[in-house]
């Protein structure tokens, strides 16, 4: 069983920074796309960055200019590194990839606040 482990969570002052990680428990290869989303309270899932094995990245417009999603596929980790972290940001963060025969598979989450 493929396995997403998320860490890096935790609270920050509005302005700050936070490095998400997550660990997958097999190649990063493995996956035609890994990604992140996330879960604000009240509101729906929506991804926030993702790239692909092929292709750009892609990031959603609230992000842009503040998230870098990056892999490395030495330790199997996917990052996320988020600066000038607004309230709005708050919200749970999902990993979560899709295998070579379209399987998808989550995280379980890790709790961002951004709050003074």
């Known amino acids: 069983q493929v396995q997403l482990v998320e860490s890096g969570g935790g609270l920050v002052q509005p302005g700050g920074s936070l490095r998400l990680s997550c660990t997958a428990s097999?190649?990063?290869?493995?996956?035609?796309?890994l990604g992140w989303s996330r879960q604000a309270p009240g509101k729906q899932r929506e991804l926030v960055a993702q790239s692909p094995q092929t292709g750009s990245r892609y990031y959603a417009e609230s992000v842009k200019g503040r998230f870098t999603i990056s892999r490395d596929n030495v330790k199997n980790t996917i990052d996320l590194q988020m600066n000038n972290l607004q309230p709005e940001d708050t919200g749970v963060y999902y990993c979560n990839g899709r295998d070579g025969v379209n399987r998808e598979y989550w995280g379980q989450g890790t709790q961002v606040t951004v709050s003074s």
């Open positions: 097999t190649t990063l290869f493995s996956f035609r796309s």
